[in-house]
């Protein structure tokens, strides 16, 4: 009987400890495309419809980290241009720069998160977040248009996203 009584409290606890991937991108996103962008990369993880917060919170640091990586391989590969000024070239080293540190330091905070080291995981976090903006900045800081613009506007609110479900986890 104790069982029972044990195992249906769990039951009615159940839906209010595992939020869904919509309920948990509604709570930690400000507008409707953030929203979206935060429903389409998570769902396209196995797992991602049954992991709880935490769950949720290392799979979307691992998506920023993978952007991440995307950003820096992008301007690597731009970086080979042959007709490159030399204030653009600048540029693109800058976001190289940022992004290489950037997801290597997002690696070492997944590992926190999975281990509960919740608060560090979030430091790491904060520490990143910068990156795109850095990027952005470097093109403007040399008054040359940026070639990575959608990709730092994407890994902006992607960021932001994973930084907000990592944050929900010190509630």
């Given at each position: ?76 590969e731009l970086l ?11 540029a693109l080293g ?78």
């Amino acid at each position: 009987m104790k069982a029972f009584a044990l195992l249906s409290t769990l039951l009615l606890l159940l839906p209010f400890s595992i939020a869904s991937l919509e309920e948990t991108c509604r709570n930690v996103t400000g507008s409707e495309e953030s929203y979206n962008l935060c429903v389409t990369s998570l769902q396209v993880v196995p797992g991602s419809r049954t992991a709880d917060t935490k769950g949720l919170a290392v799979i979307a640091t691992q998506l920023l980290e993978a952007n991440y990586t995307q950003n820096l391989d992008k301007a690597k590969e731009l970086l080979k241009g042959k007709s490159l000024t030399p204030s653009i070239t600048k540029a693109l080293g800058v976001c190289s720069n940022v992004y290489e540190s950037a997801s290597k330091r997002l690696q070492i905070g997944i590992n926190k998160l999975k281990s509960g080291n919740i608060a560090e995981a979030v430091e790491d976090m904060r520490a990143v977040a910068g990156a795109p903006n850095d990027c952005e900045s470097a093109f403007h800081d040399v008054n040359e248009k940026s070639l990575l613009s959608k990709e730092n506007v994407d890994a902006f609110t992607l960021g932001n996203v994973a930084f907000a479900i990592v944050a929900l986890l010190q509630k």
